[in-house]
């Protein structure tokens, strides 16, 4: 099955989670099928620590999560003169989201961190533990001398808290973007815009100086992704988009799934 949506999907932001794992995985496939033979791309994964009342809690197995009856309600729909037992709310904890962030590493020195490839997440964009975390990230890669590559599929949070596009004239912004930071020029960046009705276009990932960047291609890894992940196929287009569309693109992604 194929996403209705000519580029990234924005319904896909409902399942972020698979989502990212499945993005971060594809993209290490494709770039390792390109990098040249002393380089490698490899996954890591760290926690960010979320409030479950800003990021939705999975559900997982073994796990069951009950609405109760208002005690009121509860005692006049059964013996009004019943006791209850002594009732204790437990609030959840905050959870901790796994993000995966990708390195490429020159095999010949053992594993020295050449580039960094970031799909920021939503709770990257929003105060926090994931921002903060998210910030030394940036600035790590900075002081390391070490290609930052970051790409924004989601329309969730703040885009201005961790991209500095403040400034950016209107027709510049787009749904959907990627930044490059290159090692060799350290205050300056590359903005690619992927505007939400059109294929994502390719992304370059900067490697060693003396290297030819290679093309990240995202719209193959997106398509395999929603194909693979069969996301289309749990009434995805039922929901309300949150948060919702600007009045012109909400009607045009109205007639692209109902053409579909």
Not at 5 to 14: Q, V
Request: a negative charge.
């Amino acid at each position: 099955m194929q996403s209705p949506f000519p580029g990234m999907d924005p319904y896909l932001e409902f399942d972020w989670g698979d989502f990212h794992s499945r993005m971060a995985s594809a993209t290490t496939e494709q770039l390792n099928d390109r990098l040249p033979d002393d380089l490698a791309c490899r996954s890591e994964k760290r926690l960010v620590v979320c409030d479950p009342e800003v990021v939705n809690r999975p559900i997982v197995p073994h796990v069951a999560v009950f609405e109760f009856p208002d005690p009121e309600r509860f005692a006049a729909s059964g013996d009004p003169t019943a006791a209850l037992a002594e009732e204790v709310v437990l609030k959840l904890p905050p959870y901790e989201f796994p993000q995966h962030s990708l390195n490429i590493v020159d095999l010949g020195t053992g594993g020295r961190v050449i580039t960094t490839i970031e799909f920021v997440s939503p709770v990257n964009k929003r105060p926090g533990d994931g921002l903060e975390k998210y910030r030394q990230k940036q600035k790590e890669c900075l002081q390391a001398k070490v290609n930052l590559v970051e790409i924004d599929l989601c329309r969730s949070g703040d885009r201005k808290l961790i991209f500095p596009i403040a400034n950016l004239n209107e027709w510049k912004h787009s749904t959907y973007a990627a930044l490059v930071n290159r090692a060799t020029r350290p205050f300056e960046a590359s903005l690619f815009r992927l505007p939400i009705r059109e294929k994502l276009g390719g992304i370059p990932i900067p490697l060693r100086p003396k290297d030819q960047e290679v093309v990240l291609e995202l719209q193959p890894i997106v398509d395999h992704v929603y194909r693979t992940g069969r996301y289309g196929a749990f009434g995805l287009y039922e929901r309300e988009l949150q948060p919702p569309l600007n009045s012109d693109d909400a009607e045009w992604s109205k007639r692209v799934i109902e053409s579909k």
